[in-house]
């Protein structure tokens, strides 16, 4: 019997000789998004701030898996930081071409226990975090030209809102305004920017969420029935890096099992 034969991606789907900065690649989304872009081939910088043995792991990983991969401390709320993280990502690739904004933090309370500090802490990171990375990677992004990608991890909860996620939803919903406007500054260069709005996916932000009844009540709001996997998110991620994407731009990809149509 004849062997099946192997599903080969197209290599408008490949990210060969790709540089990629994942901010938040340690954990959860984001370690699924760097692993992921390795496997297409890309070289890929794993950004993290405080857990430097998990983005250690997942540089160890992608290497053991045949790519090629580095580990990139820096609080993407500190410009200075990120000025001097970008730059030695640049210096030890040659370059960079993709940049995913997926760093994040979730503080949830409903309004009358939010407070401003809170706002601001959710806003450093989530959305200034986003602009400021994207400010820094700009220049190399341009010489990159047509392979040039920003991918911004927004939400469900930025499209739609959710009782006791105000803080969070609000960062989520400008992150797709800055796609939307960046993609209109971008797009003169060859440069494409994008969101992916995921639905409820397992991971460290989730976990003590969708436990017990609530996961119960959670999977009967989702028309597929389940809690997504972070892979599936990567999935959308790596089709937008590639060139088989080069001609969508300002565009919000949902990954959410149909949470919100
Ligand atoms: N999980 C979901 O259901 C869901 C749904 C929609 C959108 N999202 C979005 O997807 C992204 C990833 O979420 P996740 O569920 O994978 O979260 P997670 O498991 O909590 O992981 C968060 C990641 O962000 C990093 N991070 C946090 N603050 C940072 C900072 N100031 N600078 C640099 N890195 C920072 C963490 O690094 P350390 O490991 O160093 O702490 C970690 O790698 C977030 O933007 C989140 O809002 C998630």
Partial sequence: MSEPAQHVLPPSWQLSEKVAVVTGGSRGIGRAIATTLAARGA??????????????????AIKAAGGEAMAIGFDVADPA????????VK???GGLHILVNNAGISIDALLLRAS?????????????????????????????RADGRIINISSVVGEQGNAGQSMYAASKAGLIGLTKSLARELAGRGVTVNAVTPGFIETDMTAAAIQGDAREALLKSIPLGRIGAPEEVAEAVAFLASPAAAYITGHVLRVNGGLNI
């Fill in 81 to 88: 930081a990120v000025d001097a993280g970008i730059k030695a």
């Fill in 116 to 144: 401003l500090d809170d706002l601001h802490k959710t806003l450093a990171i989530n959305l200034s975090g986003a602009f400021t990375c994207a400010k820094a990677a700009a220049r190399h992004l341009l010489r990159a």
């Fill in 43 to 60: 070289k890929v910088a794993v950004n993290y701030t405080k857990n430097e043995a998990a983005a250690a792991a997942v540089v160890d």
């Fill in 91 to 93: 210096e030890a690739f």
